[in-house]
């Protein structure tokens, strides 16, 4: 079996095995699976509000998951993009609030490009740190999320919710119209849903992602220092370059994540009890991509349905359950090792099944 049928089949799989182990768990405690699987379906595309919802979902989803693929060829485990994600949230919103009376076609690319750099910068300093210290990026990441967590937190309690509230709110005021990224011709075609211009920021990222990757030298390189950063040294790359410039163009990919859900989908700005759930969900949406741009669509298509049909599900089972499924898809992900084992023992078994019967035809 080729690589890339295992690389279709072998998700495909963890999502077929991941929606029965989450029926399992819906049996042992007494709930219908079909029907909680149906009422998810059926409402996930009942209404064109929820179709917009799918949409709004996904976009943040697959731009973090981007920003987690380019990290990962690189080979890097960049746990950072939650911080990266709201620092870029954090940074866009304080300037829409400080600049109330751009028009959209300024602020929109104004706030895209601020993001882009809050969460490049965050992405960049794990990188830095790795290139020329040897750090593991994996704790640095996971501890610039508590940084950035309660920075963000102290930046939006000490000087936006003073400045920017109305008496007796603990939230900003409403971020100003034109720094939505939601626009009325859009909102109007689905339903007054949430749906924004994100989703077309994810669809232009995925195509010039794929194609960086696939078609550019910066792409091979890349791919080269994750393959084996000493022979690409060898070579002649620059392993730190390649290091830095790819947590750089993670952090950005997820920044532009945090700032399409902040001004996307919200119209204040508060502060977080934990990192942005979207940070973590566009890690998962990438392991069940494989780390693919093309397969990123897809993925974070499943998540939004998911997401959409919850409100569904909760009138057969708990809510709680999308999360039990979702857990379960990444777990079978997590361990494609077996499911690619499989795919290729399985038919060799039944290729020396058949040569048995065979030999045992002609002994006959």
């Not at 741009?293 to 349905?305: D, E, K, R, S, T």
């Not at 060799?348 to 045992?360: H, I, S």
Request: net charge neutral; hydrophobic share 55%.
């Amino acid at each position: 079996m080729s690589k890339r049928l295992q690389d279709f089949l072998v998700p495909l799989i963890a999502v077929i095995l991941g929606l029965v182990a989450g029926a399992i768990v819906m049996l042992v405690f007494g709930y219908d699976p079909l029907a909680a699987y149906d009422e998810m379906i059926y409402t996930a595309f009942s209404t064109p509000y929820n179709i917009g919802e799918i949409f709004r979902t996904m976009a943040p989803l697959m731009l973090i998951a981007l920003g987690f693929a380019i990290s990962s060829k690189a080979g890097f485990f960049n746990v950072g993009l939650p911080g990266q994600a709201m620092i870029a949230w954090t940074s866009a919103a304080t300037f829409t609030l400080m600049n109330p009376d751009l028009p959209k076609f300024i602020s929109i690319p104004a706030t895209m490009i601020i993001a882009m750099i809050a969460g490049g910068l965050a992405g960049a300093i794990p990188g830095i740190l790795r290139a020329y210290l040897g750090t593991s990026e994996v704790i640095i990441t996971i501890m610039l999320n508590y940084i950035i967590l309660h920075v963000s937190n102290a930046v939006v309690l000490n000087f936006l919710v003073p400045n920017f509230t109305e008496k007796g709110t603990g939230t900003t005021v409403n971020l100003p119209k034109e720094a939505s990224y939601q626009v009325d011709w859009l909102k109007e075609m689905f339903g007054s849903s949430r749906i924004n211009l994100g989703i077309f920021m994810a669809i232009i990222a995925v195509i010039i992602i794929w194609f960086v990757l696939k078609k550019t030298t910066l792409g091979y390189e890349i791919t080269a220092v994750g393959l084996n950063p000493n022979a690409a040294e060898y070579a002649g790359m620059s392993a730190k370059r390649i290091i830095i410039l790819s947590m750089l163009i993670s952090g950005a990919l997820a920044g532009l994540g945090g700032a399409v859900d902040g001004l996307g989908t919200y119209v204040t700005v508060k502060t977080q009890a934990s990192s942005l759930s979207i940070g973590w969900n566009g890690m998962a949406v990438a392991l069940l991509a494989a780390n693919s741009p093309i397969g990123i669509p897809f993925a974070a298509f499943l998540y939004g349905v998911l997401e959409a049909g919850r409100a569904g599900m909760q009138a057969v089972v708990v809510s709680e359950m999308v999360d039990v499924v979702s857990a379960f898809i990444i777990f079978f992900v997590g361990i494609s090792y077996v499911i690619r084992k499989g795919l290729i023992d399985v038919p060799k078994l039944f290729d020396r099944f058949k040569k048995k019967e065979n030999v045992k035809g002609e002994q006959a």
